[in-house]
C-alpha cells in the first residue's frame, strides 16, 4: 500500500528499520539509528546503483514523489539520474564561483592537504598579495596571456623574478584545474613560456676556502657571545644540517651515551607525507659535539622546556633564525658574500668532496638530500648510519686540525685517518 502522512508521522514516532514501499519504485528506508531517507533502486550499464531524494521530514512525502516522477523521466530517456544531479551541481557550482579568486581558493582546498602548512600558507600569501587585487574579480574564462603577462610584470618590477616565476606556475596550475572543472578551455600560462626575465641563481655564501675556513673556525671559536650562540656557531659547521633543524633542536631527540641525535620527520624540509609519514633524519654525533652539547646541557638541559638553543630573551622559545648570522656579522663576516649558517652544508659538501674524497652518496645522505644508486633507485638513508658516523667524526677532526694548523693545512691522509 501506498504511504501517507499518517503512516510516516507514525513511523518517525516508532522507527521500524527497513524499506517500506510507496509506489513505482519509490521507498522510504528507515535505518537501525533511526534515519529516514527517501530512495529508489535502479539498474544501469554499470549494475545497480541507488537515487536518494533526501530525508524525512526534510523531504515530505508529496515532494519525494515529485523528485521520483522527474527521476523516472530521466530514466525513461536514457539519462542516469545520479549523473544529471551531479551534472546540475557543477553547473550551479561554475555558475556561482568562476571568477580567479573563487577557482584559486577551491583549487588550493582541494591540494592544500599534500603540502606543509608553511609551504600552503606561502602560495595563497603570493595570491593574494600579487594576483588578488588585479585578477581576483575576473572571470578566469576572460583572463588571457596578455592581462596574466601585465600582473607578473609588475612582480617583476620590483625585483622579485622568483617569485613573478613561482606566481606564474601557481597560475598555471589554477588554470589546469579550472579546465578539469570546466570553468575555461585553454590556459593562458602556457603561452608566456619564455615571457619572463630569467631568475639569477642565488647561491647561499659559503667559505669554500681551506685558508679563509681555517679563520673562520678560529672566529667562531674565539666568539665572546653567549654559551648558547657559541654552541651553535661551532655545530653548524660540524654537522652539516639546516639552520632550522638545528635552531629547534630539543634534548629528548638526543641521546649523548651512543653519539646520536633524531631529528623528527616533521621537522625536515620534505613535502607534507614525508612529513607525516617519512623516517627520521638520524644524525651520528662525532665526539666534539657530543662535548659541546654536554657542556650545555646543564644550562638548557635542566629547564624542563626541552629546547636545545633556547632564546636568549624569550627562553620559552628557540632562538631566532637569524641568531647564527648576526654571530656572524658580529664577528666581522658579510653575510650575503661571505659566509651563512646555511653556507656551512655546501663547505663540507664542496670540502669532503673534492678535498677529503668522501662518497658523495654518503654526503647527500648526511644533508638529507634524496639519493638515488645509478639506476635512479633511491637508497634508504640508514644504510648509510655507519658511513656517515665515519665521516663525521673524519669531519669533525679535521676542523680541529684546519683550526689549530698554523701556516699549514692537514693532509687529506690526516684527516681520512682520524
Known amino acids: 500500500m501506498a504511504l501517507t502522512e499518517l503512516k510516516l508521522r507514525a513511523l518517525k514516532a516508532k522507527p521500524a528499520p527497513g524499506k517500506h514501499t510507496d509506489g513505482d519504485g519509490l521507498y522510504l528506508r528507515i535505518t537501525p539509528a533511526g534515519g529516514m531517507y527517501w530512495q529508489w533502486r535502479i539498474r544501469t550499464s554499470n549494475g545497480e546503483t541507488v537515487v536518494s531524494y533526501g530525508s ?79 585578477l581576483g574579480r575576473l572571470p578566469i574564462a576572460d583572463i588571457d596571456a596578455p592581462t596574466l603577462l601585465a600582473v607578473l610584470r609588475k612582480i617583476e618590477s620590483r625585483g622579485a623574478i622568483e617569485t613573478a616565476h613561482r606566481a606564474l606556475e601557481n597560475c598555471g596550475q589554477v588554470f589546469r584545474y579550472g579546465i578539469a572543472t570546466g570553468r575555461l578551455r585553454a590556459d593562458p600560462s602556457r603561452d608566456l613560456k619564455g615571457a619572463l626575465r630569467k631568475p639569477v641563481v642565488k647561491h647561499m655564501a659559503a667559505v669554500t676556502d681551506l685558508d679563509d675556513l681555517a679563520a673562520l673556525l678560529r672566529a667562531l671559536h674565539g666568539y665572546s657571545g653567549t654559551p648558547v650562540v657559541r654552541a651553535a656557531l661551532q655545530l653548524a659547521p660540524m654537522l652539516m644540517l639546516r639552520p632550522g633543524e638545528l635552531r629547534f633542536a630539543r634534548w629528548e631527540e638526543m641521546n649523548l651515551d651512543v653519539a646520536t641525535w633524531t631529528i623528527p620527520p616533521g621537522r625536515m624540509k620534505r613535502q607534507r607525507a614525508g612529513k607525516l609519514h617519512g623516517d627520521p633524519h638520524i644524525v651520528p654525533l662525532p665526539s666534539q659535539a657530543v ?84 639506476l635512479g633507485r633511491a637508497y634508504n638513508r640508514t644504510e648509510f648510519l655507519k658511513q656517515r658516523r665515519e665521516m663525521l667524526q673524519a669531519w669533525a677532526d679535521y676542523l680541529d686540525r684546519l683550526r689549530s694548523a698554523k701556516n699549514s693545512r692537514p693532509t687529506v691522509q690526516m684527516a681520512r685517518d682520524a
Open 56 to 134: 524525512y521530514p526534510e523531504v515530505t512525502l508529496a515532494e519525494a514523489r515529485e523528485k521520483h516522477m522527474d527521476a523516472r523521466r530521466q530514466k525513461r530517456s536514457g539519462i542516469n539520474p545520479n549523473e544529471a544531479k551531479k551534472a546540475a551541481k557543477l553547473a550551479a557550482m561554475v555558475s556561482g564561483a568562476s571568477n580567479f579568486e573563487a577557482v584559486t581558493r577551491e583549487w588550493f582546498a582541494t591540494r592544500k592537504d599534500e603540502w606543509a602548512p608553511s609551504y600552503g600558507d606561502k602560495i595563497m600569501r603570493r595570491m593574494e598579495v600579487d594576483l588578488f587585487p588585479y
Open 291 to 374: 662535548d659541546l652539547l654536554r657542556d650545555l646541557q646543564p644550562l638548557t638541559g635542566s629547564t624542563g622546556l626541552g629546547l636545545v638553543f633556547r632564546g636568549e630573551r624569550d627562553h620559552e622559545r628557540a632562538m631566532s633564525e637569524n641568531t647564527v648570522n648576526a654571530a656572524l656579522r658580529r664577528l666581522g663576516y658579510d653575510t650575503q658574500k661571505e659566509v651563512t649558517g646555511h653556507g656551512f652544508r655546501a663547505t663540507a659538501r664542496t670540502i669532503l668532496d673534492e678535498h677529503l674524497g668522501f662518497d658523495r652518496a654518503v654526503i647527500e645522505a648526511q644533508l638529507a638530500h634524496s639519493v638515488a644508486d645509478s
